[in-house]
């Protein structure tokens, strides 16, 4: 994992948003995750990452994205909470 975890963080949720299906929007975050698995990353990164994630796309307005990213946002969000519930 070479890039700062800010910067991966906002590379993520634009691979989120220009996902092509929900699918792939599972793809991108069980790779994140696996990730960061594989690189040791302490478990209270990963969740202070969730977190900021979290945060972030709940301030995106449904109003200025198209039904696709809308419907990416809201996937996002249901699999970044569960992955908080663990």
């Known amino acids: 994992m070479a890039l700062p975890l800010d910067e991966y963080r906002?590379?993520?949720?634009?691979?989120?948003?220009f996902a092509g299906s929900q699918d792939?929007?599972?793809?991108?975050?069980?790779?994140a995750m696996k990730a960061f698995e594989m690189n040791n990353?302490?478990?209270h990164l990963v969740t202070r990452f969730i977190d900021k994630i979290i945060?972030?796309?709940?301030l995106f307005n449904p109003i200025k994205k198209?039904?696709?990213q809308w419907s990416n946002i809201s996937m996002?969000?249901?699999?970044f909470n569960r992955l908080r519930q663990k």
Do not use: G, P, T
Request: positive net charge; glycine residues 0%.
């Open 24 to 31: 792939e929007v599972k793809r991108y975050i069980d790779a």
């Open 76 to 79: 996002a969000r249901v699999l």
């Open 66 to 68: 198209d039904a696709q």
């Open 55 to 58: 945060n972030e796309l709940e």
């Open 10 to 17: 906002v590379k993520l949720i634009n691979k989120i948003l």
């Open 41 to 43: 990353i302490n478990r």
